[in-house]
Structure formats: C-alpha cells, structure tokens
C-alpha cells in the first residue's frame, strides 16, 4: 500500500480532475496546523506532498472578465 508521500511522488493524482484536485488539497490544507511545518510529523510530510502534487496537477486558473459578457446587456435596476 502506497502512502501520501509515495502517491504524491509518483504523481498520483494527474489523472484526476482538477476541481476534485484543488478541493482536496484545499480540504488537506484546512486541516494542517501552520505550526505542524516547523517540526513535521512523517504524516504531516506526506500531506504536504499530496497537497503540492495535488496542486501541480490541476489546470491554471482562468480569470474571466466579466465585462467582455455583460458590455452590451443593458441592466436595470
């Protein structure tokens, strides 16, 4: 049975999507204390691991401007 750490290395997680990619690296994230880093546990080591390899598998975020959808809607309010 591999671990986070060996998972992570061996890139585990490119095969998924990125939205599950970057909700669970966000859910793993959460529950890390930022103290935790100074003196990791192995556990806490392979946490990071799957949240960096998590992360590097998701695709770039796109920023969308809204104005190029809505310029010529008129609005009313």
């Known amino acids: 049975m591999k671990t986070r ?3 992570a290395l061996a890139n585990a997680y490119d095969g998924e999507n990125s939205h599950d990619n970057i909700n669970k690296a966000i859910e793993i994230a959460r529950n890390l204390k930022i103290i935790d880093i100074l003196e990791p546990s192995s556990k806490t080591i ?3 691991a799957e949240i960096l390899s998590r992360l590097k598998s998701a695709d770039k975020l796109e920023i969308i401007d809204l104005q190029d959808f809505t310029g010529n809607i008129n609005t009313y309010s």
Do not use: S
């Open 5 to 7: 750490f060996d998972k």
């Open 46 to 48: 392979g946490e990071i």
